[in-house]
């Protein structure tokens, strides 16, 4: 199926037109980003975006995977990458958010591999996907928490970052319990920041899992953790 080409034509011409190149400079080093920013602030994305994909429904599943897939692919700056994911989470497309989309955000996670993409990914789209199928996603997100890609692992530790109550504690603790060994900042942060939102809903669990780690849990995830238990 053929992406929706009037789409990515006209979202790729608006935002070059839109470009402040000073800030664009800025943006790609703070971001230490492979591909160039247009430089437009997120406020101003979001406005920009929003007439356009309101404009330019897509009827097709196949065509609108396609369409998220051109503006990720073929991104020539990295707010085209952006742009593919808000039309990937966008309401039009509410009734095909369900597990056979999981193959294309681990293509974005795995490809994206940066914070900004990944966080995204995990906790907005990933995230409402597995509380509305559990069964059948909980064994793909316990996977992705052993894999080799770190991006997938972080993933698999923040998917359930705003599921408050409804958490599957065993699958978050599955998730920590994989990872809890590994000495990347990203791995780390993410399961300080994991503890901590959920320490929102349950601080005793949350204090159980930090003493039940011990010195395994790095100084980081148990700052993070505690930050709001002190």
Known sequence: MQPNTALVARVRA??????????????????????????????????????????????????????VRELWDGATHREQRYAATALLGHRFYRGWQDPELLPMHRHLIVTGAWWD?????????????????????TPLMRAWSRTEDLWLRRTAILCQLHHKEQTDLDLLREAIDANVDDRSFWIRKAIGWALRQYARTDPDWVRSEVARHGDRLSGLSRREAMKHLQ
């Open 117 to 137: 993409h990944v966080d995204e990914l995990a906790t907005r789209h990933v995230g409402p996907i597995l509380a509305g199928h559990r069964a059948e996603v």
């Open 14 to 67: 608006d935002l070059a037109a839109a470009g402040d190149p000073e800030r664009a400079a800025a943006q790609q080093a703070y971001m230490k980003s492979a591909l160039p920013y247009h430089g437009i602030a997120s406020t101003e994305l979001k406005k920009l975006l929003r007439p356009i994909l309101a404009g330019h429904r897509i009827d097709d599943r196949q065509a609108w995977e396609a369409t």
